[in-house]
């Protein structure tokens, strides 16, 4: 039987990394630590796509030289800047009330 870290058994492991995740907070049931977690996964995905678009758009120019590269890099800074934070800290805040209501 195999082992991971400490001589866990694989099902001991994966209990303990389930505990940790999933733990219900103030007395909530474990479903609702999971549900919490999959919908923050789900928000944070949701939250990346600007990044993600800038990403498949730098892939498909693939620009070769440095002023190539510096142009399109400042154009991605400039109109990711503030949409991703924006995203990121109203994702944070849509799972931190998520976890924190009962």
Known sequence: MATYGVGLTSK?????????????IRGQS???GLIVFVLGMVFLALALIPTWGYLLVYH????????QKFVIFGIGVYLLGGIQ???????????????TKG
């Open 60 to 67: 498909l120019l693939s620009p070769e030289g440095f002023w």
């Open 12 to 24: 001991q492991y994966f209990l303990t990394i389930s505990t940790v995740l999933f733990k219900p």
């Open 30 to 32: 474990a479903m609702k």
């Open 85 to 99: 934070i924006i995203l990121l800290v109203l994702c944070v805040a849509l799972v931190w009330v998520m976890a």
